[in-house]
């Protein structure tokens, strides 16, 4: 599992609590920031690179939802912390890319850090964060980098499709959310079609190449579980939030802590089976090995008589009344094919070859 480059730990060592550090930009990576005002009348959507101009003017019949991609700057964490009144150590949070995900209340507003999963080149699992703060008619949220689910969440909010409107920002939390749990099963079924191959290469021919790939799958599994796991418990406190979550939205949270169970037995499987994998290929890697060994036995077993047989009468001595006979050498090879073919013959009747 590919993971985002984290910048040195000791970046932070002597800062105080709430220090905001960010991570290294990419070299073409900027700042880019999407605010979408909503009601069940209209729908208004802009695209800016000022941070001020991001603040919409109080108006409790109105949702906000501002989408901020890219972690890099801190400037930008700070002025949205000072004007929605963030604590400091959430916009630690949100900088410190690679936090395990987690649900935390500050009062008048709710954060929860997720980690959202895709597939890259060569069917390799790139891991990402997401921050979302919710608050009383507004939504942020944090990502590293674009995320697909962005434009299509969008798009449902301005055809209204669904009556999406209707619902506050609690509802595109939830909408956030299950696009996250959704590309779990993307990922999950392709980690599936990677274990059938696995186990097919494991019973036909396997080698240290495959005992590798198993180890990296393991890996990749153990790391979904780790996120997949908080994310089920983070589903599970919304559904105990009754401020900022409406009671309309709690129906959808129920369906996706479902879906959140359902990804986590995936998993839970998958890591049982790769876990068996090990097994199969020591076990097979063993049964090699007793075949070459049980051929190799058969061999030195034949040739055991034979050799004693050779040995006598390479003694040479004189009164020895085979050295003198005429059919001797033809006698000798008789008895040499005798014992071979009589021992094949009885290993074969005994299933020993």
Known sequence: MRRRRRRPLAAKSGLPPGTVVTPSPAAHQQVT???VIYDAAGYEEREIH???????????????????????????????????????????????????????????HLFMDLNVFHLAEGDEIH??????????????????????????????????????RAHGADYVAYSILDAVVDDYYVVLEKVGDRIEDLEEELMAAPTTATLHAVYALKREVIGLRKSIWPLRELIGGLQRERDLVREGTQVYLRDLYDHAVQVLDTVETYRDILAGMLDIYLS????????????LTVIATIFIPLTFVAGIYGMNFEHMPELSWRYGYA????????????????FRRKKWF
């Open 33 to 35: 920031i999407t605010r």
């Open 284 to 295: 097979s890697v063993s049964n090699r090995m007793n075949e070459v060994m049980k051929v």
């Open 50 to 108: 000022a941070v001020e101009e991001t603040f919409p003017a109080p108006d409790e019949r109105r949702t906000v939802w501002i989408n901020v991609d890219g972690v890099h700057e801190a400037t930008v964490l700070e002025r949205y912390g000072a004007r929605f009144g963030l604590h400091p150590l959430l916009l630690e949070d949100i900088a410190h890319t690679g936090q395990r995900p987690k649900l935390e209340s500050y009062g008048d």
């Open 127 to 164: 891991a990402e964060q997401i921050s979302l703060v919710l608050g009383n008619g507004w939504l942020l949220s944090f990502n590293e980098q674009p995320q697909p689910w962005a434009r299509p969440l969008r798009e449902r909010l301005r055809t209204d499709k669904g009556h999406c």
């Open 331 to 346: 006698f000798f090879w008789a008895i040499i094919l005798a014992i071979g073919a009589g021992m094949l013959a009885y």
